[in-house]
């Protein structure tokens, strides 16, 4: 049995801590079970399988012991309804990944969804965003790939992981990849802060756009033909955070669940009639992936097929041009390729069909943008789906004069030692910059590829340090290249909640406009903290906890809210400040 085995089937009780700035040993992560073969069941007889129900119950009776829970623990404040959720035993540094089901009815087949359900997905995503730590997607694997494309442009500003997975076989039998595959994917959503669209699958993660499924009857049955990927269960983790796209978390995170429908593949073969594209390019369409051959080649001896082309997009219709090739990227180095780039064809680079045409529906429906700007983010890497352009940028560690006194004091000369050294000393280094405030010093660091979401010893990022220190253009330096708004040091404690314990208002807005928010249990105990600012009459105190997100109407221990303890201390500016913070909420809504 692996550990991965072992880390389902011997679940414990759990005990939380239900503090503010306490160490945080539990994660929570919300598991949207959207049907698909991983859930299951045979009806005995020869029928074909069905979808089961109550993913969760099926769960707990596989595993070897039934879970209890102490009864004066506060988890099911936290995580509601008891049959719904279920939790891991603790993993490295004694975190625990505490899993709760949200399951559709009825299930699907993938072979059944639509734009909709992505829609539906999505919207659930945003809805529980604030309440959990990752997310886990339970779908079929026929359009697995198709959804983790079109989930990756529908979340703007994601900061948290959503990882799909599945099965090739149910879970309840005897040799299921579905038991490995969910735990992984639970795993890897709780405990790493790998903020995309993932899917997982067979031991590996990998960028949800960047997928496409290659074996129906194997356990291998995704690749990611042009991208390695972003993680490797094996004996150890191994996550290539090089590799992990991280977007602007300058603004809040926001589903956008507009999807233009008509869009459509078109894929090039010998004799295909012109006729044939004709009728494809018909209105009401819109945007069309065109999978040609070998770099992006089509037969340049048609003048009808490319009139059919040229006619198609000149009267507004974007069409990429995509290989027909597994791996691979379009390029101009055939005479019958360039023919159709006169023709007005866009090239897809090394995106995978599922990927081009998911960005084709999300771009086209954007409201407000003219067809020469839709043109233009199709051309874009909006979410790492294509092959990034590196031209310019300082990749070579070499370039950096401080590497190279440290390399050559340690007689090091090879790329692999240089890395090791890098990402060494990253974290001291970025987290010291950060506290004395020095951009420079920051732009310097990433120019080395360096990543500067890593935290320190005790797990305190840059961001965690520059919001303490109250360092404002740091902070917003650090969101616009993507650093990890959510993370949490070794006591649980967040940027957000740093910069509320050391009173950096502007810091808590930006943050706040950034997507972070306070967690479950720091709005849990947040009633008493109110009470006891409103007792002392604490005025800046009160504004920097409504600013990151607490309701003021929320009791103490005692039952009490912030103002009748005002009231009754006699703190009028406070009984003021708080009524006037509540009308302005009132009024929002």
Same mark, same amino acid.
């Given at each position: ?19 503010? !700035? ?56 936290? $995580? ?13 540094? /004694? ?8 399951? $559709? ?6 072979? /059944?969804?639509?734009?909709?359900? &992505? ?82 699958? @067979? ?37 290539? &955070?090089?590799?992990? &796209? ?46 040609? $051959? ?9 003048? #009808? ?14 069409? =990429? ?44 429906? =954007? ?33 950096? @004069? ?61 961001? !965690?340090?520059?919001?303490?220190? *109250? ?10 290249? *993507?650093?990890?708004? !959510?993370?949490? #040091? ?54 920097? &906890? ?10 103490? $221990? ?32």
């Amino acid at each position: 049995m692996t550990a991965l085995s072992q880390a389902l089937s011997n679940p414990k009780p759990i005990m939380r801590n239900c503090t503010i !700035h306490g160490s945080r040993n539990e994660v929570s992560v919300l598991v949207i079970n959207t049907g698909g073969t991983i859930g299951m069941k045979s009806h005995g007889d020869g029928r074909p399988i069905y979808p089961c129900s109550r993913m969760s119950l099926l769960i707990r009776a596989l595993v070897s012991n039934s879970l209890q829970y102490a009864e004066e623990t506060c988890m099911y404040d936290f $995580y509601g309804n008891r049959d719904k959720t279920l939790v891991l035993p603790a993993y490295k540094d /004694n975190k625990r990944v505490v899993y709760t089901f949200l399951e $559709y009815s009825p299930l699907l087949d993938s072979s /059944n969804m639509t734009t909709e359900d &992505w829609a539906k997905i999505g919207k659930d995503i945003e809805k529980n965003y604030e309440g959990y730590d990752g997310f886990v997607i339970l779908h079929g694997t026929d359009t697995m790939a198709y959804t983790a494309s079109a989930l990756s442009f529908m979340c703007d500003h994601l900061g948290k992981p959503v990882i799909l997975t599945g099965s090739q076989v149910p879970i309840y039998e005897i040799r299921s990849d579905g038991r490995d595959n969910l735990q992984g994917a639970l795993l890897l959503a709780g405990l790493f802060h790998i903020p995309e669209v993932c899917l997982y699958f @067979r031991n590996k993660l990998y960028r949800g756009n960047r997928v496409t499924k290659v074996d129906a009857g194997s356990f291998d049955a995704f690749t990611s033909p042009n991208l390695s990927p972003l993680a490797n269960l094996d004996v150890d983790i191994t996550i290539n &955070w090089d590799t992990v &796209w991280r977007a602007n978390r300058s603004n809040k995170f926001a589903v956008n669940t507009g999807l233009n429908r008509n869009v459509g593949l078109l894929r090039l073969f010998p004799g295909i009639t012109a006729a044939t594209v004709r009728s494809f390019l018909q209105l009401p369409m819109e945007g069309v992936v065109l999978e040609t $051959y070998g770099t992006g080649n089509a037969p340049d001896n048609r003048p #009808d097929l490319l009139a059919e082309m040229k006619e198609a997009t000149d009267r507004g219709v974007i069409i =990429i041009n995509t290989t027909q090739c597994l791996r691979g990227t379009v390029s101009k180095v055939y005479a019958t390729g360039e023919v159709l780039y006169k023709a007005g064809l866009l090239p897809g680079v090394d995106m995978t069909p599922e990927a081009v045409l998911s960005k084709l529906s999300y771009v086209l429906a =954007i409201e407000g943008l003219d067809l020469q700007t839709k043109k233009k983010m199709m051309a874009e890497n909006l979410r790492g789906e294509m092959m990034a352009d590196l031209a310019g940028a300082k990749l070579n560690l070499r370039d950096s @004069r401080f590497i190279q006194v440290i390399a050559k004091s340690l007689s090091i000369s090879c790329r692999e030692e240089l890395v090791a050294i890098r990402d060494a000393l990253t974290p001291p280094l970025a987290c010291a910059a950060a506290k004395i405030g020095d951009v420079e010093a920051l732009k310097s660091i990433q120019e080395m590829g360096s990543n500067l979401s890593v935290g320190d010893y005790d797990g305190r990022t840059p961001l !965690h340090i520059a919001a303490s220190e *109250g360092h404002l253009k740091v902070v917003q330096y650090l969101l616009d290249q *993507g650093s990890t708004i !959510h993370s949490q #040091d070794r006591y649980g404690d967040t940027p957000l909640s740093n910069a509320v314990r050391f009173r950096r208002k502007d810091i808590v807005m930006v943050l706040r406009k950034g997507g972070a928010h306070l967690s479950r249990e720091q709005l849990a105990v947040s009633g008493t903290e109110l009470c006891s600012l409103a007792a002392n009459g604490d005025l800046d105190g009160l504004q920097i &906890w409504h600013l990151a997100g607490a309701d003021l109407t929320t009791p103490g $221990y005692d039952g009490k809210t912030a103002l009748s303890v005002a009231t009754g201390a006699g703190k009028l500016e406070a009984v003021a400040l708080i009524n006037l913070l509540l009308s302005a909420r009132d009024q929002d809504k």
